[in-house]
T-cell receptor, first 118, second 114 residues
Framework: AQKVTQAQTEISVVEKEDVTLDCVYE???????LFWYKQPPSGELVFLIR??????QNEISGRYSWNFQKSTSSFNFTITASQVVDSAVYFC???????????????FGKGTKLSVKP | DTGVSQDPRHKITKRGQNVTFRCDPI?????LYWYRQTLGQGPEFLTY????????KSRLLSDRFSAERPKGSFSTLEIQRTEQGDSAMYLC????????????FGPGTRLTVT
């Protein structure tokens, strides 16, 4: 079965702090994709990043960076110098080709609610 | 492109009534997904279309739920004989055809069954 675990339910930081959101996944697929989405208070899910299982290079986009480690089945997300506008619920998601998601449906974690205080 | 749109944004209905939601995907996207999200949870997959064909349905999609995508454009999700447990946010997403592409989500329809 495919599963995504986001152990941190809520995190609260002060503006300009760095924060890392953890994501651990389980899958029997050899080819799979991992995603991060942001859900601000307005409610609409916003796509942040997609990473395939063969690409373990870390990625940086502005203040955002992602660390993918197949050895530990983790795909963690770091926000550097957090801002109040980063306050949202962040979801990690998994999609595989063979088990439980043959056509790309996403398996989401329960999300981590990030609050950035001024 | 205006992104994925959903209508209505909010729906309040009485138990036992039927409701129908509409989703308009990004125009060049062949794949369309429906998800359901309850408070404090991540979205859960309901069903998926590739063009007009419904290719996959979750166990969550009971017989009271039906979805269509006529002509491979917009999609509708109907819930018959609504129950209080159906109260949730219903999300629609679309993606390109090739591979396991990222999905772009609409704003959702929040259903409240009283």
């Amino acid at each position: 079965a495919q599963k995504v675990t986001q152990a941190q339910t809520e995190i609260s930081v002060v503006e300009k702090e760095d924060v890392t959101l953890d994501c651990v996944y389980e899958t029997r697929d050899t080819t799979y994709y991992l995603f991060w989405y942001k859900q601000p208070p307005s409610g609409e899910l916003v796509f942040l990043i997609r990473r395939n299982s063969f690409d373990e290079q870390n990625e940086i986009s502005g203040r955002y960076s992602w660390n993918f480690q197949k050895s530990t089945s983790s795909f963690n997300f770091t926000i550097t110098a957090s801002q109040v506008v980063d306050s949202a619920v962040y979801f990690c998601a998994l999609s595989g080709l063979n088990y439980g998601g043959s056509q790309g449906n996403l398996i989401f974690g329960k999300g981590t609610k990030l609050s950035v205080k001024p | 492109d205006t992104g994925v749109s959903q209508d209505p944004r909010h729906k309040i209905t009485k138990r036992g009534q039927n409701v129908t939601f509409r989703c308009d995907p990004i125009s060049e996207h062949n794949r369309l997904y429906w998800y359901r999200q309850t408070l404090g949870q991540g979205p859960e997959f309901l069903t998926y279309f590739q063009n007009e064909a419904q290719l996959e349905k979750s166990r969550l999609l009971s017989d009271r739920f039906s979805a269509e995508r006529p002509k491979g454009s917009f999609s509708t999700l109907e819930i018959q004989r609504t129950e209080q447990g159906d109260s949730a946010m219903y999300l629609c997403a679309s993606s390109e055809l090739a591979g396991l592409r990222e999905q772009y989500f609409g704003p959702g329809t929040r259903l409240t069954v009283t």
